[in-house]
């Protein structure tokens, strides 16, 4: 009688053999998500922590954060401020497309209803966008621990306190990555309560949709949710079953729907369309997804603004990235009998969820740069996932003592203290506009605009030669610049240097002869010449273009007065007051008028 062949088991490779603090309760996490739903000692300990990392690491933001950039959109929207604001967000947006190029209607209200409790103090704006990091870190925690990823309060802790985030939490106007998060983090949860007990139609199907639909009005990088739903299967069982598709087909369908829907209202503000080969954008992306995992793993030198690399396709190193980012999946692949699917599934999320923003369809920020770190506030949870679950897998199958305990702890201690301090350091950034664009300047002195906002900042600080060097440097870089060369010419009228003042504004007319600024200031500067006529046809020119502008007639008056026209004078003042009744040019004026008169007897 031959030998017997034993058939070779081989692992299990669902979610219940990937690493956790025991086999036993990660099946039992996967197979009944609402298992240890009960809030224990040890789960508020951890709250707490949270708590404690994420307030103190955002203290900077929270106290001193003022307003920056695009947070204009905030402080002079009158969609925002008017009560029947409200209305408008949501049905007449084109009222809101000088600020925001998308349709996402939640943000703005969530804005709305803040200026209604504490008007424009940006501390309550901090605030939120705080409390809401803290929220989304909390939500982690928990989707983490029910799928039973190992070491996913670490995960959510390092969540907290990475410094890549702090874009997406410090800068107020950045609160669409964070509510979008929170909307897909909650879908995410109630759909893996959902598969406990899968069926179409139920409460829980119906809320998770309703989350995603909600996500996507925040932001339109969650519309990558569906793809997830899919690889969440795969992960869990090893397939992707007929019945898992059919359960997506319409998140697909919805979220398709509103991002066609998103792209298109966005085009009626900007409709950006970059020179890039299909090629080109392979290679652009690729870089992309190395340089987003490498600031995760290595946050040194964040930048706001990152500078644009050179896109060559004869070069080696770049297709050296397209190689690795294709060779690195294909590797967990070959290796998921071994490490199990959670690698390999972290990888593809971070991947995936980052598609929208990689390059491969044209957006407005590629004019700025291809990367930016708050692109990454829900993607890089794949790789903290997949990094720090191998990581806390391995150690937990190594023998240790209770000094080797405690030395993990200190490692992940210190890792989080240093983390911390870099994102109190980067928080401090968002202080106030003069730090902000001083900072991407430092960075990245070439990039868009840059060198401008400085310029208007250090003017607003009355640093008014430090605000000419930059000007110069914004007009040198985009010589179309109009507003670059408006504020030239105001830096020098400061400086009392006339005529060069002159040249700077005429420049500017020279590209807009309609430039309302343009014409205000060069009409200053030829009263200030003592070239009043010519002045006063300057500001005919500029009614002609903004006939209710008070600053015009206010200035038409002073040119009257000194060629002494004083009755037109006047009459240019009751204009003037009429339309601002503080307009204090117009004020000063009838007040020289009135003792003028008073002085000659008349």
Known sequence: MGKVRREKKTPRVGPATE??????????????????????????FGVLALVLLVGVSYIPAVLWGG????????????????????????FSPRDVLRWEAHYWPLVYTSFWLEHKLWGLNPLGYHVV?????????VLLWRLLARLAVPGSWVVAAVFAVHPVHVESVAWVIERKDLLSTLFYLAACLTWVRFGAAPRLGSGRYLL???LFVWGLLCKSIVVTLPAALVLWSWWKQGRVSGADWLRVVPFFAVGLGIVVADVSFSRL????????????????????????????????GLAIIYPHWAVGVANPVAWGYVFAAGALPA??????????????????FFAVTLVPVLGFVDYGYMQFSFVADRYQYLAGIGVLAAGIGAAAY?????????????????????????????????????????????????HNPTARSAQYNLGTALLDAQRTEEALAAFRIATEQRPDHVKAYTNTGTALMRLGR?????????RALDINPRHGISLLNLAAVKIRQGRDAEALNLYRRLIEVAPRNAAAHAGMSIALRNLGRTDEALRSIDRALSLDPTQKHALRNRELIQKSLQQSGQ
């Open 208 to 210: 998770t949709l309703a």
């Open 19 to 44: 690493p956790g603090s025991s086999a036993r309760e990660r099946a039992s996490a996967v197979a009944n998500p609402a298992a240890g739903e009960a809030f224990t000692g040890g789960q508020a």
């Open 129 to 137: 966008n705080v409390v809401l990091h803290f929220v989304n870190t």
């Open 331 to 348: 590797a967990l692949w070959l290796l998921r009998h071994r490490m199990g699917r959670g690698p390999l599934a972290g990888v593809v």
């Open 269 to 300: 503000k900007e409709n950006v369309a970059l020179d890039y080969s299909m090629v080109e954008r392979v290679l652009i992306a690729a870089h992309a997804l190395w340089f987003y995992a490498g600031k995760l793993l290595w946050p040194e």
């Open 67 to 90: 307003f920056v950039w695009d947070d204009r959109g905030i402080i002079e929207s009158k969609a925002i401020h008017e009560l029947s604001g409200l209305w408008r967000i949501w």
């Open 394 to 442: 391995g150690l937990g199958h190594i023998r240790y003592g209770g000094m080797g305990r405690w030395g993990v702890g200190g490692v992940v201690l210190i890792a989080l203290v240093v983390l911390g301090t870099l994102t109190w350091r980067q928080a401090g950034l968002y202080r106030d506009r003069l730090t902000f664009y001083s900072h991407i300047v430092s």
């Open 498 to 506: 006339t005529d060069e003042a002159e040249k700077s504004l005429r």
